[in-house]
């Protein structure tokens, strides 16, 4: 993660029981918004968020209906630019295995350190408090460059779907990280995650 911390410490686990396919490329996404996710079949929960689960059961438990996309406004970008400063330089990286003695342990920062899932737990927390719905605000998992894996929070909006990341402050069309998108969850249930297929332009059946 760049922190000068080991590698296996940070975000481990998260590549855990990954299902994952690509289709043709199309025009749009199946939310019917240009620039958003296309989203595939039911997957499995990475096994941090499973145990999280077992700990936050009434978070898990969440479901809504059909919620349309966030609009993405000047106050809505700000409100996503100072919540990602916030959170960033707020929360010291460490390992789970500093923090919590286990490989891989999701929570809201403990004694203002974490990971990268972490900060995400606290983002869509602060952002929820702010009027945004859980239904878009999605943890995510990606795989970095260098085949690492690594959490960010997507936030879906109706000019797209864009990433909140510790790694750095800039919010940024999920097409612009460099990331390769693995799953999220579902924007209807709390307790469910889908896979992400293709790229920002891919058309597919969505059971999000």
Not at 88 to 102: E, F, Q, T
């Given at each position: 993660?760049?922190?000068g911390i080991?590698?296996a410490?940070l ?13 043709p490329m ?6 019917g ?5 296309a989203i595939g ?10 145990e999280?689960c077992r700990?936050?059961?009434?978070e ?13 406004s ?8 100072s919540?990602?400063?916030?959170v ?15 490989m891989e342990?999701w ?7 974490g990971?990268?899932?972490d900060?995400?737990l ?14 878009n ?36 069309l ?6 390769r998108f693995l ?15 293709g ?10």
């Open positions: 993660m760049g922190f080991p590698r410490w975000c481990a686990g998260l590549l855990t029981g990954l299902m994952l396919s690509v289709t199309q025009k749009a996404s199946a939310d918004v240009l620039g958003a996710m079949q039911r997957t499995s929960a990475p096994v941090g968020y499973i999280f700990r936050h059961a009434a898990c438990r969440i479901r809504s209906g059909k919620v349309p996309p966030a609009v993405m000047a106050g809505l970008e700000d409100k996503l630019a919540v990602t400063r916030l960033n330089r707020s929360i010291k990286p460490a390992s789970d295995l500093a923090v919590h003695g286990a342990f929570s809201y920062p403990d004694n203002a350190r990971d990268c899932e900060y995400v606290l983002k869509r927390q602060m952002l929820e408090l702010q009027g945004i719905s859980l239904s605000l999605l943890i995510t998992v990606v795989k970095k460059k260098d085949g690492e894996g690594h959490a960010v929070l997507t936030v879906k909006t109706d000019k797209g779907d864009y990433v909140l990341d510790n790694l750095n402050n800039d919010v940024k999920w097409s612009e990280t460099g990331y799953k999220r969850q579902s924007s209807t249930d709390t307790g469910r995650w889908v896979a992400i297929r790229h920002p332009d891919v058309l597919v059946g969505a059971v999000d």
